[in-house]
Structure formats: structure tokens, C-alpha cells
């Protein structure tokens, strides 16, 4: 499974982008799918995690009421739609698939990852 994210970019606080992540190689249908960012000198850190029908989300803390995650299994892609964002969600954002059907937040446990997209946030 190859996961290719794109979307990111340079914004000022308060602004908005859209993450994409688009699924090539597998069953998209069939994995839950995930976000996670990492800013420098910090752990990977979950964001939102989407099931494989969509029927149940889940979003860290930190970013519940902003951010936005969806998924179009026809087209094998996943998406963030992030509003009001702040300077502290500058980091490199990672889309990621789970196989399992186990509910997990921990990137150890998802089983494919993309290459990772650069959100910056200017204050």
C-alpha cells in the first residue's frame, strides 16, 4: 500500500488548509485511516482517526472543533480539513492506514504511512 499526502503548506494563524491523502496498491475500503503530526524535537503525535465506513471518528484533543476528518472510499482518498489554526500545529503531517480493526492511537500500530506533508502556521 502506497499513501501519498499532500495539501500542505504556509499559512497565518487563523487560516485554513486541506490535507489529501490518496491510497494506491491496497483495499482503501478496507483500513481504518489516520492522521498524525510531528513537530521538531517531538514525539509523532496522533491527530484524527477515521473507521473504514466512516461510521465512527476520533480526534485528539488539541484539535477537536478545528480540524475535520473524511474519507471518499471511491476515489481511495482521506482527508483533514483544518480551520483556525494556531502556531502550534506547525509540524510534518503523516497520513497512515490501519489494518486492524482494533481502535488504536498509537503510530506503532498503523501498518502504512506516507511521506509526510509540511504544515507551517505563521503567527
Known amino acids: 500500500v502506497q499513501l501519498q499526502a499532500s495539501g500542505g503548506g504556509l499559512v497565518q494563524a487563523g487560516g485554513s488548509l486541506r490535507l489529501s491523502c490518496a491510497a494506491s496498491?491496497?483495499?482503501?475500503?478496507?483500513?481504518?485511516m489516520g492522521w498524525f503530526r510531528q513537530a521538531p524535537g517531538k514525539e509523532r503525535e496522533f491527530v484524527a482517526r477515521?473507521?473504514?465506513?466512516?461510521?465512527?471518528?476520533y480526534y485528539a484533543d488539541s484539535v477537536k472543533g478545528r480540524f475535520t476528518i473524511s474519507r471518499d472510499n471511491a476515489k481511495n482518498t482521506v482527508y483533514l480539513q483544518m480551520n483556525s489554526l494556531k502556531p502550534e500545529d506547525t509540524a510534518v503531517y503523516y497520513c497512515?492506514?490501519?489494518?486492524?480493526?482494533?481502535?488504536?492511537?498509537?503510530?506503532?500500530?498503523?501498518?502504512?504511512w506516507g511521506q509526510g506533508t509540511q504544515v507551517t502556521v505563521s503567527s
Open positions: 497512515a492506514a490501519d489494518t486492524s480493526v482494533i481502535f488504536s492511537v498509537t503510530p506503532s500500530r498503523y501498518d502504512y
Open positions: 496498491g491496497g483495499t482503501f475500503s478496507s483500513y481504518a
Open positions: 477515521i473507521r473504514r465506513s466512516a461510521d465512527s471518528i
